[in-house]
T-cell receptor
Framework: DVKVTQSSRYLVKRTGEKVFLECVQD?????MFWYRQDPGLGLRLIYF???????EKGDIPEGYSVSREKKERFSLILESASTNQTSMYLC??????????FGQGTRLTVV | DAKTTQPTSMDCAEGRAANLPCNHS???????VYWYRQIHSQGPQYIIH???NNETNEMASLIITEDRKSSTLILPHATLRDTAVYYC???????????FGKGTRLHILP
């Protein structure tokens, strides 16, 4: 079975901290995605990557950056965390033209 | 923006078929229709996808209209565990981003 693993299930960080959310997949998928999910707003795409070192902005990239140095790992970086970045963050991966598999999510609270 | 329109919520009696509609009137010829669902506190889970033919798997059936402007996801015998938010998505192949809409919140009633 495909496994998408997010490094933390729950995370609490302080305003202004640099935050790294890590995602690893074990199925050699080309595509990887980062979403955030907020009540009433649904799942919104932050960034996605279709190959190593390749990235494209999603709908809400502001305040975030990403890194994909290896095919299996896609990191989401909050350069200076703010309270409005408190959210559930979901990582996903897929082959080029198949379904996406999601991790269990990281619930980030910025205080 | 999402390219699909779904009802905000639906109810279905346990044991009956749940039919979830989706409108995708601007779908392009190379775009697939995908369905996912998200059970509370979990990541979304893939259900089924199709291009123009009807599809069936162990979870559900997907009926796509001939003009491809709408589709219906059918859960043949709904159970309480099918209570979830169901998302209909259109997506081209090869590297395209996956954009979710608001989905349909399906309540299965005992």
């Amino acid at each position: 079975d495909v496994k998408v693993t997010q490094s933390s299930r729950y995370l609490v960080k302080r305003t202004g901290e640099k935050v790294f959310l890590e995602c690893v997949q074990d199925m050699d998928h080309e595509n990887m995605f980062w979403y955030r999910q907020d009540p009433g707003l649904g799942l919104r795409l932050i960034y996605f990557s279709y190959d190593v070192k390749m990235k494209e902005k999603g709908d809400i990239p502001e305040g975030y950056s990403v890194s994909r140095e290896k095919k299996e790992r896609f990191s989401l970086i909050l350069e200076s965390a703010s309270t409005n970045q408190t959210s559930m963050y979901l990582c996903a991966s897929s082959l080029l033209n198949t379904e996406a598999f999601f991790g269990q999510g990281t619930r980030l609270t910025v205080v | 923006d999402a390219k699909t329109t779904q009802p905000t919520s639906m109810d279905c009696a346990e044991g009956r078929a749940a039919n979830l509609p989706c409108n995708h009137s601007t779908i392009s010829g190379n775009e697939y229709v995908y369905w996912y669902r998200q059970i509370h506190s979990q990541g979304p889970q893939y259900i089924i996808h199709g291009l123009k033919n009807n599809e069936t798997n162990e979870m559900a059936s997907l009926i796509i209209t001939e003009d491809r402007k709408s589709s219906t996801l059918i859960l043949p015998h709904a159970t309480l565990r099918d209570t979830a938010v169901y998302y209909c998505i259109v997506r081209v192949a090869f590297g395209d981003k996956i954009i979710f809409g608001k989905g349909t919140r399906l309540h299965i009633l005992p």
